[in-house]
């Protein structure tokens, strides 16, 4: 059996590392950069950062700041035209999961410009061209998309989302700055921080999990685990801890897939605008539970990652009941919505709901193989 890994060209880490955004732009020759993000960072005076850094370097730069939560096919369209009006001829991701996905599709369809009407690019279309270059700049720790070859982009017509897997997409570079993620909101944080536990357990837990991509996710949960709490109270250190173990996370499972909990996350986007990094916290330890007796020692792992005591000497069911204990914990620290009540789940969408998970791409990385039944009893349940 074989196994592939793609990762960024160039990956910048640290504090103050946004100041290596020049360099990269010269080295590489580009003249006009489209700036894709949305109004609140641009308000926020976070986009004042990287658009000063630009014009101290005479380095030529337009905005595209229409991007929303769960972007649609049409933020990426109007995306696109924007980047042929400005007469650009690269990107500049900055933001968290929606500018980033954006950015993919826009720099896809611009290599690649029959697939304009977005939809045709879900799954593994077959693009034949690298995308436009983009150069992300994350300012949430948590979607990695910033080093995956996947995006999601909404189908609001049909109350979709799909997921698009493409190493054409995948950005030149990227920009940890744990400075730019520090003027998040706190609860931006913690969504952001347990999609970022999320994609290490799944990816852990994945059908094509492999030794390499093992590595990287345990490494990641015992990061994010450990930082977390640190991050939301303020704590420099602990931010560029969940910046890059958020990072991590994302090396392994753009290289291997996810499972359930995202497959049951992108419908309750698509359906009810839920963010989709507190979808995930809400399902991640239902899900948990439900998987654990197809998952063999790896909860173990999972929970001596996390810090539970004696994890190597517990019987085994008690070693599963620890790991998802643990993330239960970790989600009420944060002060994450404990029920998808809260977030407006309609008992009549369920049926849809289901099905739409069971049709999304990531679900069939599952280590427990779901039918119709389950994913709605898993819907109640969380």
């Known amino acids: 059996m074989t196994h592939r890994m793609i990762l960024n060209e160039t990956a910048w880490f640290g504090a103050g590392s946004l100041h290596h955004l020049p360099e990269e732009v010269s080295r590489r020759g580009m003249r006009k950069a489209l700036i894709v993000t949305d109004k609140a960072l641009a308000a926020a005076g976070v986009l004042q950062r990287v658009t000063d850094l630009l014009t101290a370097h005479q380095l030529a730069w337009a905005v595209y700041d229409e991007v929303v939560p769960n972007p649609t096919i049409r933020t990426v369209q109007q995306g696109v035209a924007a980047f042929r009006a400005a007469g650009a001829d690269y990107l500049i991701a900055v933001g968290g999961g929606s500018p980033q996905d954006t950015s993919k599709a826009i720099g896809i369809i611009i290599t690649n410009p029959g697939f304009e009407d977005v939809r045709s690019l879900e799954g593994t279309a077959p693009t034949r061209f690298a995308a436009a270059p983009i150069i992300a700049i994350p300012t949430t720790a948590g979607t990695a998309a910033e080093t995956t070859i996947n995006y999601v982009i909404t189908d609001e017509e049909n109350r979709r989302k799909f997921v698009c897997v493409d190493p054409h997409c995948i950005p030149k570079v990227a920009i940890i700055d744990a400075e730019m993620m520090m003027t998040m909101p706190a609860s931006l944080r913690a969504a952001t921080g347990i999609d970022a536990l999320t994609h290490a357990i799944e990816g852990y837990l994945t059908r094509d999990a492999w030794a ?171």
């Open 212 to 382: 390499m991509s093992d590595m990287l996710h345990l490494k990641a949960i015992k990061m994010i685990s450990q930082s977390l709490r640190g991050s939301m109270a303020g704590d420099p250190e602990a931010a560029e801890q969940m910046a890059l173990g958020q990072y991590v996370a994302g090396m392994g499972f753009s290289n291997v897939g996810l499972g359930l909990v995202h497959g049951m996350a992108h419908p309750l986007g698509a359906f009810y605008n839920v963010p989709h990094g507190v979808a995930n916290a809400i399902l991640l330890p239902e899900v948990m539970a439900w998987n654990a007796p197809c998952t063999g020692e790896k909860y173990r792992d999972i929970a001596r990652a996390m810090g539970v005591r004696q994890a190597d000497s517990l019987p085994l069911e008690a070693a599963r009941e620890a790991a998802v204990a643990a993330v239960r914990q970790l989600c009420r620290d944060v002060n994450i919505p404990l029920s998808l009540r809260d977030v407006g789940l309609q008992e009549a969408d369920i049926p849809a709901l289901a099905q739409a998970a069971l049709d999304d791409v990531c679900t069939g990385g599952n280590p427990r193989a779901p039918d119709l039944e389950a994913v709605m009893a898993l819907y109640r349940h969380s």
